[in-house]
């Protein structure tokens, strides 16, 4: 997720070589010569690369790979490099308006499938389905890549063309989508009338600008309405900014409350706490999935942790960590983790996710939605 606070320690050390505008990416290490040598050293096996390979060197594709290599080291698969077209992506992602097909996608071992399909999208009107799987993308496999590398692909100007092939169990499918503007919808609510009760039903997609005032809004309509109890629906959400996470948590709890402790090497040890608002004091449950991550995960276990909500659905993905993004010469950045985060009862979910207080599964092909119908059953009967 994103951090807005300024990073006082320098992480990156930028040195152009030979005239190539190679971007160096190197870990600081305080300055020390150990630092400097591997510098030396990087500058030196270009120059002999370039002075004697028997065939031309294209030293920015070399210098991507070396920062790539860099960060694999690290053993962190959210500390990632993004080109400058990644870098936008990423951003459009964040302010929840962007350029493509209308999907989202996550990695499902190692397998990049379709976990959402926006509503009046170039995708929806092709019949892409969650659970497609993404094969190719303009004609280069997606094995072996990563999200954010195959997603940039997909994005593009309005109006040009992507062509996907998907794999929907043993089919393949080959499409030819013209991209469009895409306004992705924060969050979706309506009223559920079950059991003799008024629930308010409110999914939230992603905790991208704004995400805190519109669920906020939500609540309040539904409560004009006559809602009883709340479910906020997590499923599919891979998180966001963190100060949004703080104000979602904010709707269902009384202002000082703590939602999660930051503790990083370079940034001081940060408590984040329920900021003032008119929280809301229905009883509430959260649905939640393999695939509610980041964000997500801090809200739910704040809330968890406060026994102010119920969980339900399966364990959450297990990502407990802080991160920011810092930029890079021609319009690159680094998304780099600073902190890892535990709940307010010290709980450190990463790698681990979070365990619901009421398992149910969602077995593949089954079109009645079982965890929001549990989570109906107990509103009703309170188990």
Do not use: C, W
């Amino acid at each position: 997720m994103r951090s807005r606070r300024l990073l006082t320690v320098l992480l990156i050390v930028l040195a152009f070589v030979a005239g190539f505008g190679l971007a160096t990416l190197l870990a600081n290490t305080g300055g020390t010569a150990g630092a400097r040598g591997q510098e030396r050293l990087y500058s030196q096996v270009l120059r002999d690369l370039q002075s004697d390979y028997y065939r031309p060197v294209d030293v920015t594709r070399v210098g991507q790979a070396g920062v790539n290599g860099l960060l694999a080291s690290l053993d962190d698969p959210y500390t990632v490099y993004f080109t400058h077209q990644q870098a936008t992506a990423f951003d459009q992602e964040l302010s929840g308006t962007y350029t493509g097909i209308g999907t989202e996608v996550d990695s499902n071992h190692g397998r990049l499938t379709i976990v959402k399909v926006f509503a009046g999208s170039p995708a929806a009107r092709a019949r892409i389905r969650p659970g497609d799987v993404i094969v190719a993308v303009d004609g280069v496999p997606t094995a072996g890549r990563s999200v954010n590398a195959v997603v940039s692909q997909i994005l593009g100007s309005a109006g040009t063309k992507v062509a996907v092939r998907l794999r929907r169990g043993t089919a393949f499918i080959d499409l030819t989508l013209t991209r469009g503007t895409i306004t992705r919808p924060l969050t979706v609510s309506r009223l559920i009338a079950d059991h003799g009760k008024k629930v308010g039903y409110v999914a939230l997609a992603a905790f991208a600008q704004g995400a805190g005032q519109q669920v906020g809004r939500d609540i309040a309509a539904l409560q004009g309405r006559g809602a009883q109890a709340l479910i906020l629906d997590l499923r599919d959400n891979g998180g966001g900014l963190v100060e949004e996470a703080v104000k979602v948590a904010s709707d269902f709890l009384p202002p000082g409350r703590v939602v999660a402790t930051e503790r990083g090497l370079h940034v001081p040890t940060t408590v984040l706490k329920t900021v003032a608002a008119h929280a809301t004091t229905l009883p509430l449950v959260v649905l939640v999935n393999g695939n509610t991550a980041s964000a997500s995960e801090i809200v739910t276990g704040a809330l968890q942790d406060d026994h102010r909500a119920t969980v339900i659905g399966t364990r959450t993905f297990g990502k407990g960590v802080v991160q920011t993004v810092l930029p890079l010469p021609g319009g690159a950045s680094l998304k780099i983790t600073i902190a890892a985060y535990l709940t307010p009862r010290g709980r450190n979910i990463n790698h681990k996710g979070l365990q619901p207080n009421i398992v149910v599964a969602q077995p593949t092909g089954t079109t009645v939605d079982l965890a929001l119908k549990r989570a109906l059953r107990f509103i009703a009967t309170g188990h």
